[in-house]
């Protein structure tokens, strides 16, 4: 069953604080204020949400994949306590250096959610703040929105809105 409107979201400085020394743990993990109102409104239009995240923090041997996993299941029963729904989260654990195809603007993990959810890209927005999702989002030819870091996607629901929605 193919899914309809997919909403590809990046996750630092998109659904929490960005730190430039990386989230370490459950602790340093802040939501974004209005973060939830934003994801339930777009849930609401019928829109699926799927994150894409870069992880090197893995890799560099800074945290255990173990416990970025326990990061992100904090983060997502916080989400779903708070009436939301993210589909999916697909992460690249790989340092720069390893030229792995999944991290961004490369676009393995976003060839893998559509194999996995059979996603029309021409039916997909990617919303991030770095201009490595916005490549990844042009080299897959789906559309992006670059918004500011730790900026609020509850501003730009009406533009997603317009966007699958015209
Ligand atoms: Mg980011
Ligand atoms: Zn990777």
Known sequence: MAMKQILFLDRDGV???KRNDYVKSV?????LPNIFDALKKINDL????????NQSIVNRKIISENQLKGIHDYMLKTIEKNS????KIYYCPHHPDEKCNCRKPNT????????DFKIDVSNALLIG???SDIHAADKMKMKSIKMKTDGNLNDLVEEIKGIFFK
């Open 129 to 131: 703040d770095s201009n």
């Open 46 to 53: 019928g829109i699926s949400i799927i994150i894409i995240t």
């Open 27 to 31: 602790n340093e993990f802040k939501f």
């Open 15 to 17: 659904i929490n604080e």
């Open 84 to 87: 939301c729904k993210i589909t």
């Open 108 to 115: 393995g993990m976003i060839e893998q959610a559509v194999k």
